[in-house]
């Protein structure tokens, strides 16, 4: 069942962000950051489990970027973080935000969903503060896509 996340997810949601920013495929997020940002986020969850999730970050009135889209490892490849994805982009159409981005080291994915490859150069300045924390800074290799809305 995907739905938006509440305070109790927390700790789940942190764990699974944890586990792909320990293999460098993710920021990671301190449990302060997710409950600063917890409206922002969307879950995939059966039972107690929670098995996915993704945030739209509005950035600006015409721009919003996706945001710690993980599935747990047994659980990819069965349209669970598509489903996520496809929450956030309805998030975004109903606050009427023009174009969305991401980075992302898998733009094969969002590709499918509509995304297109952009350089990273045109994205505002603004969206760059939380790249300091990155261990790639400067020298970042995520691919910067973008979809309008």
């Keep these: 069942m995907i739905r938006k996340a509440n305070v109790d997810d927390v700790k789940k949601i942190q764990a699974l962000i944890?586990?792909?920013?320990?293999?460098?495929?993710?920021?990671?997020?301190?449990?302060?950051?997710?409950?600063?940002?917890?409206?922002?986020?969307?879950?995939?969850?059966?039972?107690?489990?929670l098995y996915g999730c993704c945030a739209l970050h509005v950035d600006w009135e015409d721009l919003a970027e996706i945001k710690s889209l993980a599935v747990v490892k047994r659980k990819t490849k069965q349209g669970i973080g598509a489903r996520l994805l496809a929450a956030c982009l309805g998030d975004?159409?109903?606050?009427?935000?023009?174009?969305?981005?991401?980075?992302?080291?898998?733009?094969?994915?969002?590709?499918?969903?509509g995304f297109t490859l952009i350089d990273k150069?045109?994205?505002?300045?603004?969206?760059?503060?939380?790249?300091?924390?990155?261990?790639?800074?400067?020298?970042?290799?995520?691919?910067?896509?973008?979809?309008?809305?």
């Design 92 to 113: 975004a159409k109903a606050l009427r935000v023009k174009k969305v981005f991401a980075l992302t080291y898998v733009p094969e994915f969002f590709e499918r969903a």
């Design 18 to 49: 944890g586990y792909y920013a320990r293999r460098e495929a993710m920021l990671p997020r301190s449990l302060n950051e997710i409950y600063e940002s917890i409206r922002d986020f969307y879950v995939y969850s059966e039972g107690s489990g």
């Design 121 to 149: 150069a045109g994205l505002p300045h603004k969206i760059w503060s939380e790249c300091i924390k990155c261990v790639h800074f400067p020298d970042c290799d995520e691919h910067a896509m973008l979809k309008e809305i």
